[in-house]
């Protein structure tokens, strides 16, 4: 339990999240650390995302935030730049021992983002692009297991591959989005094996009918196919978690499954059009979180 109160609240959501972000289903005690987590993750994506900052710029000031996380590690009062992030969460690594390593390897991977950007550089290979989920996606699932007391290696491992799933669903879900922004997730071997290469889109707009040609269409289909696999590994963690943080993950894994079914409902079309989670989703969303089984935990044959 927290030894003393919060001394400020970190930032609520602001952006559109796919999956649920220190939900009512969050036991009370947890939602602060998780909140602060939360916060530090993303106002360091803003700083690498957001505004028109040069690359340069924005590399400078995630190395004055990971200095600010190394302070906060070591109890020192926060500076005046980022109070409302690294006052809670300095706090919350007071309370419940949060690893400093988890947190920097966020900031390894918003950085590597912005280099792979600024050099309009890709993925080679599947492998590549799983080191880069290590670091930006993994991380949070790691925490959260910490804060609910699971450490096993089991349960280490399906967080890592439901995290990982995650994060690739973002990525086929946004090519529409991050394409014209030169970036670059389709590893370089995926697309070879459909007969393409990083040339072909680094002038990229967003497609408009007609449909894109068959390769395209195959190429998101087998990366969609790769994160449906990969949630399917991690879904029965939802069995480890107890009680609420189960109920909490079992939408998360359901939400991610769901941009899936609806990426393939687009004929595996991303290319011109984002889908997205609503308030319309919701019911059917606790409708296949109810009915997730252990014998069968992702449900993938539920209608679409």
Known sequence: MPSTPYPAAAAAPTHYENFPVASWLCPPRLRPPIAAIYGFAR????????GEAA?????????AFRAELAAAARGA???PRWPEVFGPLAQAMRDFALPESLLADLLSAFM????????????ADRAELLDYCRRSANPIGRLLLHL????????????????????????????????????YYLPAAELA???????????????????????AIALVSAQVAWARNLMNEGAPLVHRLPGRAGWELRFVVQGGLRILDKIEVLGFDTW???PTIGKADAPLLAWRALRMRRQSPAMTSFPR
């Open 112 to 123: 590597q983002d912005i280099e792979k950007t600024r050099d309009a550089a890709g993925y």
């Open 77 to 79: 009062a926060p500076s």
């Open 193 to 215: 094996s459909h007969g393409f290469k990083f040339e072909d889109f680094r002038a990229f707009r967003p497609l408009a009918p007609p449909a894109p040609p068959p390769a």
């Open 43 to 50: 106002t360091a994506d803003d700083i690498a995302d957001e």
């Open 272 to 274: 011109s059009q984002r």
């Open 55 to 63: 690359a340069d710029q924005r590399l400078e000031d995630l190395h």
């Open 148 to 183: 609910y007391g699971v450490d096993d290696a089991r349960a280490l491992a399906r967080s890592d591959a439901i995290c990982s799933a995650l994060q690739l669903i973002n990525f086929w879900q946004d090519l529409s989005v991050d394409l014209p922004r030169g970036r």
